[in-house]
């Protein structure tokens, strides 16, 4: 697992009472906030309401804080875990299946990506593979103490010792939390295809769909594939999960048929993805699970607030 960028755990900050707000600090505790959220905007947030409880604090009480860097890392986690709590109850009356927030990366796999082309988010969250979307949507079956405890440990190399001071657990209750979430992974998880095989594999599914093949669509797809979309009541899109290749070819074809759609080749939370475009308005991105060279897995995200950061191709 990649060790994200920037002081970790024990590293002096910056100078107390001096702006404790630093582009790698702010990206560091954005990159942690969304592994444990799944959705950038309240990343965001909770990034800034670590910030500002820091400046609500009296200068005496800054000053005797040894590392900012650390105390703004335990307060944004706190958040975070909050925010997972309240998120499952707003979950139970979102319409339809809930998807966490796609990640733009707006170069072409074939391009290189050209110096300061790309604009935030993608610049704030490093682009590996636990944000990839079926990562993600393992998370989101933990429970949020399993949840924080395994990012923390294994994505963000915190010890136990630590990981229990934020979570108000004992160091063997985080072992055991974080042990239990890498059971989740392991049994949830097929081996990852390198990502020019992934990319092959998905560039053929855009040119079938768009080609209106069902026979090459039905090859693509695992016979027990699943299409799940979100739309979060704000577009039309299915509310529950589409399940078999044949059934899902079908909806394909009905759904290239309804409107002109330009199906775009992108990298979608560190992965290659694709993006539909209607009128220069993206519509849908989609993320892809691929196991033994078909199509297991599609994650469809329609829900406009979740595609903000999707509107400046």
């Given at each position: 697992?990649?060790?994200?960028?920037?002081?970790?755990?024990?590293?002096?900050?910056?100078?107390?009472?001096?702006?404790?707000?630093?582009?790698?600090?702010?990206?560091?505790?954005?990159?942690?906030?969304?592994?444990?959220?799944?959705?950038?905007?309240?990343?965001?947030?909770?990034?800034?309401?670590?910030?500002?409880?820091?400046?609500?604090?009296?200068?005496?009480?800054?000053?005797?804080?040894?590392?900012?860097?650390?105390?703004?890392?335990?307060?944004?986690?706190?958040?975070?875990?909050?925010?997972?709590?309240?998120?499952?109850?707003?979950?139970?009356?979102?319409?339809?299946?809930?998807?966490?927030?796609?990640?733009?990366?707006?170069?072409?796999?074939?391009?290189?990506?050209?110096?300061?082309?790309?604009?935030?988010?993608?610049?704030?969250?490093?682009?590996?593979?636990?944000?990839?979307?079926?990562?993600?949507?393992?998370?989101?079956?933990?429970?949020?103490a399993e949840r924080v405890a395994f990012i923390l440990h294994d994505v963000f190399r915190?010890?136990?010792?630590?990981?229990?001071?934020?979570?108000?657990?004992?160091?063997?209750?985080?072992?055991?939390?974080?042990?239990?979430?890498?059971?989740?992974?392991?049994?949830?998880?097929?081996?990852?295809?390198?990502?020019?095989?992934?990319?092959?594999?998905?560039?053929?599914?855009?040119?079938?769909?768009?080609?209106?093949?069902?026979?090459?669509?039905?090859?693509?797809?695992?016979?027990?594939?699943?299409?799940?979309?979100?739309?979060?009541g704000q577009v039309s899109a299915v509310t529950r999960p589409v399940t078999g290749g044949?059934?899902?070819?079908?909806?394909?074809?009905?759904?290239?048929?309804?409107?002109?759609?330009?199906?775009?080749?992108?990298?979608?939370?560190?992965?290659?993805?694709?993006?539909?475009?209607?009128?220069?308005?993206?519509?849908?991105?989609?993320?892809?699970?691929?196991?033994?060279?078909?199509?297991?897995?599609?994650w469809a995200v329609l829900n406009p607030e979740k595609l903000r950061s999707w509107q400046?191709?």
């Amino acid at each position: 697992m990649t060790t994200e960028p920037g002081p970790g755990p024990g590293h002096a900050g910056p100078v107390p009472g001096s702006s404790v707000i630093t582009s790698t600090s702010e990206r560091r505790l954005i990159n942690l906030a969304y592994r444990l959220l799944g959705s950038l905007a309240d990343a965001e947030d909770a990034v800034q309401e670590a910030y500002a409880r820091w400046y609500a604090m009296p200068r005496t009480d800054q000053n005797a804080i040894e590392s900012p860097d650390a105390w703004l890392t335990t307060v944004t986690s706190r958040v975070c875990l909050n925010l997972l709590g309240s998120a499952r109850a707003r979950r139970e009356t979102y319409v339809g299946e809930w998807i966490p927030e796609p990640l733009p990366d707006r170069t072409q796999w074939s391009t290189t990506r050209p110096g300061g082309t790309v604009m935030d988010p993608a610049d704030h969250v490093t682009l590996d593979e636990s944000v990839s979307m079926a990562f993600l949507v393992v998370l989101e079956s933990m429970t949020p103490a399993e949840r924080v405890a395994f990012i923390l440990h294994d994505v963000f190399r915190y010890s136990f010792t630590e990981v229990a001071e934020i979570v108000g657990r004992t160091p063997a209750a985080c072992r055991q939390l974080a042990s239990s979430a890498r059971r989740r992974i392991r049994a949830s998880q097929a081996p990852t295809p390198p990502t020019t095989q992934h990319a092959d594999i998905v560039r053929q599914f855009k040119q079938v769909w768009e080609a209106k093949d069902i026979n090459g669509l039905i090859n693509l797809l695992d016979p027990n594939a699943t299409v799940i979309a979100d739309g979060g009541g704000q577009v039309s899109a299915v509310t529950r999960p589409v399940t078999g290749g044949a059934e899902i070819t079908r909806a394909c074809i009905r759904l290239a048929e309804q409107a002109p759609l330009t199906i775009l080749e992108r990298t979608v939370n560190g992965q290659p993805g694709l993006v539909s475009q209607q009128d220069g308005v993206t519509v849908a991105v989609l993320a892809f699970d691929i196991v033994d060279d078909r199509i297991k897995h599609i994650w469809a995200v329609l829900n406009p607030e979740k595609l903000r950061s999707w509107q400046m191709d």
